[in-house]
């Protein structure tokens, strides 16, 4: 029996990571095609990157990677699509993963500063030039450091992630150097304007 619920964690995890990949492409598609749609709701933003990691946390513990979690306490809620900013958490956790061939070390931190609330993903993995770190957010843009190429995907993930980004009226932000990993900064302002589009 404890053999079946491994095989079953496995193969459940594996398919939530199938659908995400797949909801990228479908998201991605809708964008292209301006039919994209965001459902806005007040939400516990503590809660949601928990839960959200949770559904992760098999693949970042079979990968041997030290996780740090720091979530602030007594966070105001924010307007957002649930969804979506989950979305784009796990874009920013998949890609500290599969980029961080030696020094695994995943990060993931939410607190409040300066009228916003961020949400950070910090790994220790191969880090991206200064010439390239304006780029990586444009579709298919992929950096041309030899381990990226050698790593599978698609190059729509920060793409998605930053046109999530700015529908929630926030900002994406980088901070990275080559053998020295990245951080990435997702910040979400803490009051959304009453006219915020449904659609974007």
Request: hydrophobic share 35%.
């Amino acid at each position: 029996p404890a053999k079946h619920q491994e095989y079953y964690e496995i193969i459940r995890k594996e398919s939530e990571r199938l659908s995400s990949l797949i909801n990228n492409i479908l998201d991605f598609s809708r964008i292209e095609a301006g039919k994209k749609e965001y459902s806005f709701r007040e939400t516990d933003m503590a809660d949601l990157v928990r839960s959200t990691l949770d559904s992760y946390r098999y693949e970042i513990e079979q990968n041997g990677f030290q996780f740090e979690q720091k979530i602030d306490n007594n966070l105001p809620p924010l307007r957002v699509d649930r969804e979506a900013i989950a979305r784009s958490l796990l874009n920013l956790v998949n890609n500290a993963v599969k980029y961080s061939a030696t020094e695994k070390y995943l990060g993931v931190h939410l607190y409040q500063r300066n009228g916003g609330v961020n949400l950070e993903v910090v790994d220790h993995g191969i880090g991206i030039p200064l010439k390239e770190q304006l780029k990586i957010f444009e579709k298919f843009y992929r950096v041309g450091d030899p381990l990226v190429h050698n790593t599978k995907g698609s190059g729509l993930g920060l793409s998605l992630v930053r046109h999530i980004v700015l529908a929630h009226g926030g900002v994406v932000a980088v901070e990275s150097a080559p053998g020295r990993g990245s951080k990435f900064i997702i910040t979400l302002p803490v009051q959304n304007s009453e006219a915020q589009q449904v659609s974007a």
